[in-house]
């Protein structure tokens, strides 16, 4: 029987199954990883994307069969090791997801694999406190302690030692802390606008602000409140919020997943209820409450309307100029731009809106870069990973020096600095809302 091939069709995501007894059964892992990767092998259209690829094929041709079957079955975690779940083996590059007959979605058998791994072994030290970002920021936010911290992070020798003793790459940019928080800077923020509705949106959201938001750029907030509030839409805070989740997801820990789930939820869902949209400035968090959330929990109502209520700031952005409601009176050009689309940003299938809503300032030119800059948020700081971090970025580190841009960014902040790691020339990126907000004047 012949077997036709894929990507004719739009791909759709099965719901994850990750409270079945299957689940977490190591041989039925081990069986599915095979047969995964093996069509890979057949096939290598994503050896480009990560290195996930380029370690899954280099044991194949180096094992004594040169197939998946010479591959030792404890070599399959290396794979695993290297993915982050950027999701675009899945969306732009994979031939055989569903409906494809093979179903192969490997960035969710690479979290099934994260998970297993988890409840069998946990996670070290580190790996809990790169993803426990909430409490981090609360205890480094201190003000006393966040000035010290920022300081130990930039001095060189300090960085050896952290390296050598929690695993953290001396040559990673660490994101600095603040103890003026995005929450602190807004509190009490009241919007005297009046919404006015469109035909998709209701014209008045509440940011989530996110943890990296909150602690780490909480001007980006205040520069996404600016710029909405110049275009009419009133912003108000979620009155209580934690971590989305997205770095527990990452290291397999999807009980705790489940925790920020709980937490969050109720939250925005009375929020929705009340009329308010939701948009979140860091993609990845964006991402967890429209894809990653309810294909976890398919069967909760609330999760599927706050889903429905996400959305990117630039998404909604353009939603507002189809609508007639974008105050395009830009007093300032912003000159070439040199624009890195995030991975968690393009996977959420909305187009290039931020690429668009830039090119809408007189006398602007946009360059957008469409390739992974493979930081994730914990991958590009780990000591034995930050070397390929940045062999996954030098591509889009070169796009930027040859565009030899006024402004260089990512829709993801974390991306933005992977980019200044790599360009080791003082430029800073500026994020997409701040140069929007530049453009307005305001």
Request: charged fraction near 25%; aromatic fraction near 8%.
């Amino acid at each position: 029987m012949s077997i036709k091939e894929g990507s004719l069709e739009a791909p759709t995501r099965h719901a994850l199954d990750w409270q079945s007894e299957d689940f977490y059964n190591e041989e039925s892992l081990f069986k599915e990883l095979e047969r995964v990767y093996d069509i890979c092998h057949g096939c290598r259209r994503c050896v480009s994307l990560c290195q996930s690829f380029p370690t899954l094929f280099d044991l194949v041709d180096e094992s004594d069969t040169f197939e998946v079957d010479g591959v030792a079955k404890e070599d399959y975690w290396k794979v695993v090791d290297h993915c982050y779940l950027c999701d675009l083996c899945y969306m732009t590059k994979c031939p055989y997801v569903p409906p494809h007959e093979w179903n192969l979605d490997f960035p969710h058998l690479m979290l099934r694999a994260k998970a297993v791994k988890f409840k069998k072994q946990g996670a070290s030290t580190r790996d809990k406190l790169l993803t426990s970002t909430d409490a981090v920021g609360k205890t480094i936010g201190i003000p006393i302690i966040v000035n010290t911290v920022n300081a130990v992070n930039s001095i060189k020798p300090a960085r050896k030692v952290l390296e050598a003793t929690l695993g953290v790459h001396a040559d990673a940019k660490l994101p600095k802390y603040h103890s003026s928080t995005l929450r602190k800077r807004l509190s009490g923020h009241q919007s005297v606008l009046e919404a006015q509705a469109g035909e998709t949106t209701k014209g008045k959201v509440v940011l989530y602000a996110t943890c990296y938001g909150n602690y780490n750029e909480p001007h980006l907030g205040e520069d996404l409140t600016a710029v909405f509030e110049h275009n009419g839409i009133p912003v108000t805070l979620a009155e209580k919020e934690q971590c989305c989740g997205m770095p527990k997801l990452e290291l397999g820990d999807l009980e705790s997943v489940q925790k920020a789930k709980e937490a969050n939820i109720p939250v925005l869902a009375k929020l929705v209820d009340e009329g308010w949209d939701i948009v979140a400035p860091v993609p990845s968090c964006a991402l967890m409450f429209k894809q990653e959330l309810p294909l976890m929990f398919p069967d909760d109502v609330d999760v599927q309307k706050v889903k429905a209520a996400m959305y990117d700031p630039f998404e909604y952005l353009m939603l507002r100029h189809k609508e007639g409601k974008l105050n395009t009176d830009f007093k300032n050009p912003l000159g070439k731009v040199s624009y890195h689309v995030a991975c968690h940003q393009r996977v959420q299938n909305i187009g290039m809106k931020t690429r668009d809503l830039l090119q809408l300032v007189p006398e602007t030119t946009v360059e957008p870069i469409e390739r992974c800059s493979g930081h994730d948020g914990t991958y590009a700081v780990k000591k034995e990973f930050h070397e390929a971090s940045m062999k996954i970025a030098r591509p889009v580190v070169n796009k930027v020096k040859q565009a030899e841009a006024d402004h260089y960014g990512s829709d993801c902040p974390m991306a933005g600095h992977q980019i200044e790691n790599g360009l080791k020339d003082g430029r800073e990126p500026e994020h997409p809302i701040s140069l929007i907000r530049k453009a307005y004047g305001i």
